[in-house]
């Protein structure tokens, strides 16, 4: 909802770069740690100086109180709103105050719920001729997030009372400020039925009440919703942001066979959603290992011309590995560097985790070649899996050279695969090489597990009656048993 809170704050409006949604009781905009001199000095007297000597220690500044300079000093006064009430009376009674420093009051009075006197300040900006929509704008906000919807509501049905005209931009800021609450887009809705009678709601109207939906993964509600924004309002290639909130709420909601079939209502309106409803409904459905709708989307919004990012495409990719659908992969591996979106390490790791389960042993080895040659090199585990795969199934000099490479480069943790390569060895009962390789782990105070000296043992007890076999075991389980006493 961050889109719809910033286009109907009317604070953010005086700001190049709104800041994200505040907690209640902080102002709407970012508190620079720069304050100006004089500013510094009101703040201090607010923080420091009891309320009964408050306006004699201000007036004794002798510093004009401004509004630029009062504005400065509100923005800095949210966590404590009794100094900023006496401050404000003080500083209206030394210098006119313009419109925006008592839409700061009124914002600073309503986040702290402290909704009498808010509503006393409206009614002296009423006399000043102050008082605007965006006013009760931030009035709204500060009901919804104090948990009284209903209260904003009837703030907006005052509206007129106090002169201000009700219009389009009052009602989607209210029903923003209903919507940013939890499981409040009913009353929203409620308010909605009831006056778009009298103001006909507009593509924001809709979005607003179809993000609502969305963040309560109400689909029965998205969808009529959505039928009677595309009656009224109609489609437009511009409504993206209602098609995302419309079309993220089937797919979360386990109904992405109704959204595909939206997806094609829309493609034949020349609409579509963003490239984030793609790249959140493929997560969705990664997460559902359900590889079969998500080519259907991924079709969808390759024919709408829509260019998948990195991050999408190690999720279908990640998908296509957990089906064992490993053409598929390499397909996609294949065209991603062609669109722009070069693969990283998690890209090449699925493909090859997906190559060691599935036992191409060919295929592993000579992929392991293309991911070191393109500096992607497979994580400890894979080649931990790696060697015991390619040991098992006939290929002792591969899972060497994947060792070789681990210890080159500090592929950490190593202790995974040199007990891989040293069963391996052992099985293969290439004892010599077993020795070898252990004699250098040591060295490097890698770890040897204990079974994987059982393993050992045992081969060399096969071996009965060479006194050589039984002498290398003995040496070598000196030196290991001396390493775990280190």
């Not at 992607?376 to 002792?396: E, G, H, K, V, Y």
Request: net charge negative; aromatic share 10%; proline share 5%.
């Amino acid at each position: 909802m961050a889109s719809t809170a910033e286009a109907y704050n009317p604070l953010l409006a005086h700001l190049k770069t709104p800041s994200p949604s505040p907690s209640p009781k902080q102002p709407p905009f970012p508190i620079t740690p720069q304050l100006t001199p004089k500013a510094k000095i009101f703040l201090q007297i607010l923080k420091k100086i009891q309320p009964l000597h408050l306006n004699s220690e201000l007036t004794n500044t002798q510093i004009n109180p401004v509004p630029e300079l009062v504005q400065e000093v509100l923005k800095h006064s949210y966590d404590s709103p009794s100094a900023a009430i006496q401050f404000f009376k003080w500083a209206c009674l030394i210098h006119k105050q313009d419109e925006y420093c008592w839409t700061l009051m009124v914002d600073l009075l309503g986040k702290n719920e402290m909704f009498d006197v808010m509503w006393d300040a409206i009614r002296s900006m009423k006399e000043d001729g102050f008082l605007s929509v965006d006013t009760f704008v931030l009035v709204f906000g500060s009901y919804c997030v104090a948990g009284r919807a209903g209260e904003a509501i009837m703030s907006f049905d005052v509206m007129e009372r106090y002169g201000v005209q009700t219009n389009q931009f009052a009602v989607n800021a209210l029903l923003s400020a209903i919507c940013r609450e939890d499981n409040q887009t009913t009353k929203a809705f409620e308010f909605f039925e009831r006056i778009k009678t009298k103001i006909s709601p507009d593509a924001d109207s809709f979005t607003i009440l179809l993000e609502g939906w969305e963040k309560e993964g109400n689909t029965a509600k998205a969808k009529s919703t959505f039928g009677e924004m595309a009656i009224r309002i109609g489609w437009s290639p511009q409504n993206t942001p209602a098609y995302d909130a419309f079309l993220n709420t089937l797919v979360c909601g386990s109904e992405v066979d109704d959204a595909v079939k939206f997806l094609q209502l829309m493609k034949g309106k020349n609409c579509f959603p963003s490239l984030k409803f793609f790249s959140n409904a493929l997560d969705v459905l990664d997460k559902k290992h359900d590889a079969a709708r998500a080519i259907s989307l991924w079709d969808l919004m390759q024919s709408s011309r829509l260019i998948p990012n990195l991050p999408m495409y190690n999720s279908m990719i990640g998908l296509f590995c957990k089906n064992n659908a490993i053409d598929d992969a390499f397909h996609l591996l294949d065209e991603m560097v062609f669109l722009g979106a070069f693969p990283d390490s998690s890209t090449y790791n699925m493909i090859f985790k997906c190559l060691v389960k599935n036992k191409k042993v060919h295929e592993t080895g000579k992929f392991f070649v293309e991911m070191t040659k393109n500096e992607f090199p497979p994580t400890s585990l894979n080649c931990a899996a790696a060697i015991s795969m390619l040991f098992d199934n006939d290929d002792p000099e591969t899972p060497v050279e994947i060792w070789d490479f681990m210890v080159n480069n500090l592929v950490l943790p190593l202790q995974d695969s040199a007990n891989a390569l040293l069963v391996g060895l052992c099985n293969l009962n290439r004892l010599t090489d077993f020795n070898r390789f252990a004699e250098d782990m040591l060295d490097r105070r890698i770890e040897i597990y204990e079974s994987t000296m059982e393993k050992l043992k045992s081969a060399c007890h096969k071996r009965e009656g060479r006194k050589s076999t039984r002498d290398v075991y003995d040496s070598l389980e000196k030196k290991w048993k001396s390493s775990k006493n280190i």
